[in-house]
């Protein structure tokens, strides 16, 4: 947007005395002081553009409850921001922001406020003022350790403290009982990691969604199983091998994230987990999957990839309500005849696996997707993998199917369904060309007759082949046949 095109903006706003501005991915590098004249604005979208500062007049937006002035490039905040008196909504992240002004603290209406993506070290230490603050995002800063004033949020049901810089979580916030939204995941990369979690996190009574992923946890406290209202529980990549037997008592729980442990079972008493939808535990060293998950047959997505699966139960027919189900990366050679039961899967994620044969996945009525060749297979390919036809070369757009399809077949099955014409003969060699529009450029081959054995080879070699013998020797690596020693 243009000096000029804002300008026209801002003044059709003030003559509309509007309420709400949005200048979001406008390009904008300043505003004009004029913007402060729009006292009428409550809402003001600064999202998105290339802001190093804003007017020192900002403060006259008096009406304001809505301020987002992230994805910007700002350094600070306006240290009387606390002036903007009804602000409820403040969203500065993805800034480069160091410091906090303290006045921040005296925005007694704020409800919420996102710190999150900036350099901010500390927080100020009047932060239990924000007295009607009920969410806070601070991740993605360099900040390490909590203000002891923030316990006095009693409104506070939303904390994100994702990648904070510490070694051990904050003892102070299994004071903070009335949260019923905690993230704390940590980060191995950048060293942000926690090595325990306290037992006091059974506190935290009201909690409905935690998610404590990528620290470097081996076990979890027993306690956990006293979070009656959790419904949401995410401890992924961790390092745990068992899990603590009282998770099973979670009674209202509907999604747990397990994946990328170190895991080989699961406890018995999962089977008391009926209220499960979404279970993930992939990337674990499980290679079975215990009965007792049959028992949750509330279940509509159950993720299984990157472990050492070799078969999947008979009894997964019991799992209904199935609706998406990830295998990648398993051993698994052939699917039960019991996943026709599944009626209403409609995602299939099988790649990495051993499979030949798809015929049974036909039966699925509304089955759309599947995945596997790391493309979407479309349904005339859920077969056998053998009885796939050369011919749908001609007709299949998907550059990425074709591949597979040519992978799959073969070049000898290919060059006997559609024709291949020869065009040079050397000794045992045969180039080969196909003349049907079947790959993104034309498909050269060499046939061989190995003279021992007398079995047929057939290779692909670069189009710009123009002899048998050339052929022969770009596969050699550039050794011509004559200059291979005699074995015997």
Not at 55 to 82: E, G, T, V
């Amino acid at each position: 947007m243009t000096k000029e095109e804002l300008a026209a903006v801002i003044e059709k706003a003030k003559k509309d005395r509007s309420t709400s501005l949005d200048l979001s991915s406008s390009s904008l590098t300043e505003l004009p002081d004029s913007i402060c004249q729009l006292t009428y604005l409550t809402r003001l979208n600064l999202r998105n553009n290339e802001l190093t500062s804003l007017p020192k007049n900002i403060i006259n937006l008096k009406k304001l409850a809505r301020l987002d002035i992230s994805h910007n490039s700002l350094a600070n905040i306006p240290a009387n921001i606390d002036l903007l008196i009804n602000l409820k909504y403040l969203v500065v992240s993805w800034n480069e922001i160091q410091i906090l002004p303290n006045n921040i603290c005296k925005l007694l209406n704020l409800q919420r406020l996102d710190l999150s993506k900036n350099y901010i070290k500390i927080l100020p230490q009047n932060m239990g003022d924000l007295i009607s603050l009920k969410e806070l995002d601070i991740c993605c800063n360099q900040i390490s350790n909590l203000p002891n004033s923030i316990v006095n949020l009693n409104k506070l049901v939303s904390l994100n403290m994702g990648d904070f810089e510490a070694s051990d979580c904050p003892g102070i916030i299994f004071q903070m009982t009335s949260l019923t939204f905690l993230i704390m995941w940590g980060s191995q990369h950048y060293g942000n990691q926690f090595t325990q979690l306290s037992e006091s996190i059974s506190n935290l009574v009201n909690l409905r969604y935690l998610s404590i992923c990528g620290h470097d946890f081996k076990k979890i406290p027993e306690s956990i199983g006293n979070l009656s209202n959790l419904l949401y529980l995410y401890l992924g990549e961790n390092a745990l091998d068992t899990l603590p037997e009282r998770i099973c008592n979670l009674p209202n729980l509907k999604t747990l994230g397990i994946g990328i442990n170190q895991l080989t079972n699961l406890p018995d008493n999962l089977v008391k987990m009926t209220t499960l939808t979404r279970l993930n535990i992939s990337g674990n060293q499980i290679d079975h999957l215990p009965d007792s998950i049959v028992h949750l047959t509330n279940l509509i997505e159950l993720n299984l990839e990157s472990n050492s699966l070799t078969q999947l139960p008979t009894w997964i027919e019991r799992l209904t309500k199935i609706t998406k189900l990830k295998l990648e990366d398993n051993q698994i050679d052939e699917l039960p005849d019991s996943i026709k039961y599944l009626t209403k899967l409609t995602e299939l994620e099988l790649d990495g696996n051993l499979f030949t044969d798809l015929s049974i996945l036909k039966s699925l009525p509304v089955l759309k997707t599947v995945r596997l060749f790391n493309t979407k297979l479309p349904r005339r390919y859920w077969m056998k993998f053998s009885d796939w036809n050369p011919e749908w070369l001609l007709d299949e757009e998907n550059a990425e199917i074709r591949k597979t399809l040519i992978e799959q077949v073969g070049y000898e099955k290919i060059c006997d369904k559609l024709g291949a014409i020869e065009i040079d003969t050397w000794r045992e060699y045969h180039l080969l060309k196909i003349n049907a529009d079947v790959d993104l450029e034309p498909i050269f081959l060499l046939k061989m007759t190995c003279p021992s054995t007398q079995h047929i080879h057939v290779l692909r070699v670069p189009p710009t082949m123009t002899s048998a013998e050339d052929a022969i020797v770009w596969i050699n690596h550039g050794i011509h046949p004559d200059n291979f020693a005699i074995q015997t």
